[in-house]
């Protein structure tokens, strides 16, 4: 069944890192697109970051540049978002997406509706 599962949240403290897993099920192509996700309590959900399998291309929101890594491996069939120097404004539900990439990448990475499977998110909580 496809799929993808997210872990790796969990409450840290200001400055702290923090690597997400999302693990995606059944068959992957590397045409496929992998994006993360996250909305923050009382906000709409934002792009974070996204990446194809082939790993030839990633884009990141702008208030997450420099800090976050996206990266994956085809081996382990599992994309990686590393957090590094969390803020308390990082806090928030992290949810990962995949799409089958069928339109281009770099027009449509940011959007949700590029991406056809959404695991249930993880938590992050920011202590100040």
């Known amino acids: 069944q496809v799929g993808v599962v997210e872990s790796g949240g969990g409450l840290v403290q200001a400055g702290d890192s923090l690597r997400l897993s999302c693990a995606a099920s059944?068959?992957?192509?590397?045409?496929?697109?992998m994006g993360w996700f996250r909305q923050a309590p009382r906000n709409a959900r934002e792009f974070v970051a996204a990446?194809?399998?082939?790993?030839?291309?990633?884009y990141y929101a702008d208030s997450v540049k420099g800090r976050f890594t996206i990266s994956r491996d085809n081996a382990e069939n599992t994309v990686y978002l590393q957090i590094n120097s969390l803020k308390p404004e990082d806090t928030a539900v992290y949810y990962c997406?995949?799409?089958?990439?069928?339109?281009?990448?770099?027009?449509?990475?940011?959007?949700?509706?590029?991406?056809?499977?959404w695991g249930q998110g993880t938590q992050v909580t920011v202590s100040s």
């Open positions: 059944g068959r992957t192509f590397s045409t496929d697109v």
């Open positions: 997406a995949r799409g089958d990439g069928r339109n281009p990448f770099s027009i449509y990475y940011y959007r949700e509706n590029y991406y056809n499977y």
């Open positions: 990446i194809r399998w082939n790993g030839g291309s990633t």
